[in-house]
């Protein structure tokens, strides 16, 4: 996973439709009261409220500490720690562990597909969303070729999401010791806040395309690069993103 240090408040405010889509996902997840869930990427802790009044037990974790702070302050009830996706451990297995809108921030998925499996109950389940094959394909290729036309050209950084086509990511799973029961694949053009959403969008998920840019240089690429998407993807002023979403639901096998 890149480190990539989060604006919280600018997650809450600006790009809640994270969490208002993945409460669909919550529903594949169906949690019962009394069940043990881990909420793996938790952001800022509003699924796994969600989750919580269920009446299900929720633990989330996640990667950055000023998500895990600002999860902390809005839900004091419920636990939260900062844990990376790759090697965290329990001592207590879970019942079923959920995830929206992280897996396609892990490059080393293998691990983390490990540690996924390792923490589970055997019969208990993984529901997990994600970005999948095509996802903001144009809004990358838009950056990339902004900074281009700057002259930087040799300073685009190397890809750092993992959007895996259903096949790759299910076999994946398989591998691990995972049995299947649902996955889907789809477009999901998704509506960004105000004016400026595309702008404060690539601000918020694409600032690591800049690591090896000035702050002055990112600005000029990110300005350049919503006009080039502004014919597709902006109609009197309302933005949206061009998302592709992989959803699987899985269970770890009562045997191997």
């Given at each position: 996973m890149p480190d990539i240090k989060w604006n919280a408040a600018l997650y809450d405010n600006k790009h809640s439709f994270v969490s208002a889509y993945g409460e669909d996902v919550v529903g594949w997840l169906n949690p019962l009261p009394g069940e043990r869930i881990l909420d793996l990427g938790c952001g800022t802790g509003q699924l796994a409220n969600d989750i919580a009044t269920r009446g299900a037990s929720i633990i989330g974790i996640d990667k950055s500490p000023e998500m895990i702070a600002k999860a902390k302050a809005t839900?004091?009830?419920?636990?939260?720690?900062?844990?990376?996706?790759?090697?965290?451990?329990?001592?207590?297995?879970?019942?079923?562990?959920?995830?929206?809108?992280?897996?396609?921030?892990?490059?080393?998925?293998?691990?983390?597909?490990?540690a996924i499996f390792r923490n589970l109950k055997p019969g208990g389940r993984l529901v997990l969303e994600m970005g999948g094959k095509g996802n903001v394909h144009h809004i990358g290729q838009a950056i990339r070729e902004a900074m281009k036309l700057q002259g930087l050209e040799n300073k685009i950084a190397a890809d750092f999401w993992y959007f895996p086509s259903l096949g790759e990511y299910t076999s994946l799973l398989e591998a691990t010791g995972f049995r299947i029961l649902?996955?889907?694949?789809?477009?999901r053009p998704t509506p960004l806040t105000g004016e400026t959403g595309m702008e404060d969008w690539i601000n918020m998920f694409g600032s690591?395309?800049?690591?090896?840019?000035?702050?002055?240089?990112?600005?000029?690429?990110?300005?350049?690069?919503?006009?080039?998407?502004?014919?597709?993807?902006?109609?009197?002023?309302?933005?949206?993103?061009?998302?592709?979403?992989?959803?699987?639901?899985?269970?770890?096998?009562?045997?191997?």
């Open positions: 839900y004091p009830a419920l636990t939260f720690d900062v844990a990376d996706a790759t090697t965290f451990q329990f001592s207590e297995p879970f019942d079923a562990i959920f995830s929206n809108a992280t897996l396609h921030w892990v490059n080393e998925k293998e691990l983390a597909a490990a649902s996955a889907a694949h789809f477009d690591f395309f800049f690591k090896h840019i000035t702050p002055e240089q990112a600005t000029a690429v990110t300005k350049q690069a919503v006009e080039l998407l502004k014919p597709q993807f902006c109609n009197e002023g309302a933005w949206h993103a061009d998302y592709v979403r992989l959803r699987v639901k899985a269970i770890k096998p009562e045997r191997n």
